[in-house]
């Protein structure tokens, strides 16, 4: 598949073991992991997010009110270490940079099922997303793997009427995550304003063979890093 130059990278980064959760897991009898476990996972799963193309969508009543609306394509990817699998991601899309902003409507919205399913998202009237599924066949999962419109079962939003987006991705069984996900936010803020976000990423990734989950984070500093979206 050639690249897709529309997609610009905000940033590509390691993520970290978060030790807090890990030391509240292995009490709860989550998980057990040894040293080695954890100096292999350090420094080799990598989070990127791309900014897609950005349009301002016009709206007399949004105008009249001295707001704004934007259709923002973010594009995650996920690069697991080697002997490692992602068992579990959340996205955090934090507009509180921005004063006044608020997430109108998110894409996908939600996605459960045992097969993969195709994500067409329009903007629709009344500016909210129309997002359409569609089932894709079991033959077609493997040629269908490499478009950034194949996710995995289980995918969870919230964050509509807020200022922060959150968007949950979960494997089910033993399928690993997609490695690649297009999202789109539809966010109102006041206009002639810049559009600011900050991004943060939680995962839980399984150590092949041995059934472990270890939970990872971007690192610190990285989180409050902010980033202009508009």
């Excluded at 066949?137 to 478009?147: G, S």
């Excluded at 919230?158 to 995550?177: H, I, K, Q, Y």
């Excluded at 966010?187 to 002639?192: D, G, K, Q």
Aim: some cysteine; hydrophobic content about 40%; glycine content about 4%.
């Amino acid at each position: 598949m050639p690249a897709d130059t529309s997609f610009q990278p905000l940033f590509d980064a390691e993520l970290q073991v978060d030790d807090t959760e890990l030391t509240a897991m292995v009490r709860r009898g989550e998980v057990v992991v040894d040293d080695r476990d954890v100096a292999v996972l350090r420094h080799r799963n990598r989070i990127a997010l791309a900014l897609g193309p950005t349009r301002r969508l016009h709206d007399d009543k949004a105008t009249a009110d001295h707001a704004v609306h934007w259709d923002i394509s973010l594009l995650c990817v996920l690069h697991p270490s080697p002997g490692c699998t992602f068992r579990s991601a959340r996205l955090t899309v934090d507009l509180r940079p921005t004063e006044a902003a608020v997430v109108r409507d998110m894409s996908p919205r939600e996605v459960r099922g045992e097969h993969p399913v195709e994500i067409t998202t329009t903007v629709g009237a009344g500016l909210t997303f129309s997002v359409v599924p569609a089932l894709l066949e079991v033959d077609a999962r493997r040629e269908q793997a490499t478009t950034r419109s194949v996710y995995q079962p289980t995918i969870v939003s919230s964050g509509r009427g807020f200022a922060r987006a959150f968007w949950d991705f979960r494997s089910t069984g033993r399928d690993e995550l997609q490695p690649d996900r297009e999202l789109r936010l539809l966010v109102e803020s006041p206009a002639e304003v810049p559009l600011l976000a900050r991004f943060n990423l939680t995962a839980r990734v399984s150590i092949d063979g041995a059934g472990k989950l270890v939970p990872l984070l971007r690192r610190r500093a990285e989180i409050d890093e902010t980033y202009q979206l508009a």
